[in-house]
């Protein structure tokens, strides 16, 4: 079936560094392909998403490409800020209809001053 | 301007109790779901429902059970609590069209049963 894999974390970095959190997917047809973050003791936003190959989602600084011939999804930043820290969660919509979303199991990112 | 609300925010059942976690969404979306959170592992699908009327299992069903009589709500109901069912859980709402709509979540039950 279908399935998300994103990088282990907790992401450690300072601000102003360079963020990319990888995110690798299987799935039959074409999905459409989202982040979503959860900042603490709350529950998911969407973050930016893209709905065919070679799409470019953008929101907040943040980027990702839907690269159909690596499979991948990878989230960056070019300057992170404390701010940013939060569970970040790759997902993507099972088939056509996009019932119901299908999740990776999350990267924790910390930031610090 | 509501969005997705559920209800209660945290709740500590005994093993063997039911009750049921409240989802209701003010957007007049079709699709509804509900995840469970746990540690390590991510989000994972319960049921999901397509309207009113129509529910579907998801990847982790068992011990739940859901229905949909109007568009607005989707509870979801533990049918005899157990410890394994301590999670936190997100109802999530998205309107028709092409799978590219993104979902809209509420702010999560965090339930503990003992």
């Known amino acids: 079936g279908d399935s998300v894999t994103q990088m282990e974390g907790p992401v450690t970095l300072s601000e102003e560094a360079f963020l990319t959190i990888n995110c690798t997917y299987t799935?039959?047809?074409?999905?459409?392909l989202f982040w979503y973050v959860q900042y603490p003791g709350e529950g998911l936003q969407l973050l930016l998403k893209?709905?065919?190959?070679?799409d470019k989602g953008s929101n907040k600084g943040f980027e990702a490409t839907y690269r159909k011939e690596t499979t991948s999804f990878h989230l960056e930043k070019g300057s992170v800020q404390v701010s940013d820290s939060a569970v970040y969660f790759c997902?993507?919509?099972?088939?056509?209809?996009?019932?119901?979303?299908?999740f990776g199991k999350g990267t924790t990112l910390s930031v610090s001053s | 301007n509501a969005g997705v609300t559920q209800t209660p925010k945290f709740q500590v059942l005994k093993t063997g109790q039911s009750m049921t976690l409240q989802c209701a969404q003010d957007?007049?979306?079709?699709?509804m779901s509900w995840y469970r959170q746990d540690p390590g592992m991510g989000l994972r699908l319960i049921h999901y429902?397509?309207?009113?009327?129509?529910?579907d299992q998801g990847e982790v069903p068992n011990g739940y059970n859901v229905s949909r009589s109007t568009t607005e709500d989707f509870p979801l109901r533990l049918l005899s609590a157990a410890p394994s069912q301590t999670s936190v859980y997100f109802c999530?709402?998205?309107?028709?069209?092409?799978?590219?709509?993104?979902?809209?979540f509420g702010s999560g039950t965090r339930l503990t049963v003992v």
């Open positions: 799935a039959t047809g074409y999905p459409s």
């Open positions: 957007m007049n979306h079709e699709y």
């Open positions: 997902a993507l919509s099972d088939g056509q209809a996009g019932t119901a979303l299908i």
């Open positions: 893209a709905t065919k190959a070679d």
């Open positions: 429902s397509v309207g009113a009327g129509i529910t």
């Open positions: 999530a709402s998205r309107s028709t069209g092409g799978s590219g709509y993104g979902y809209t």
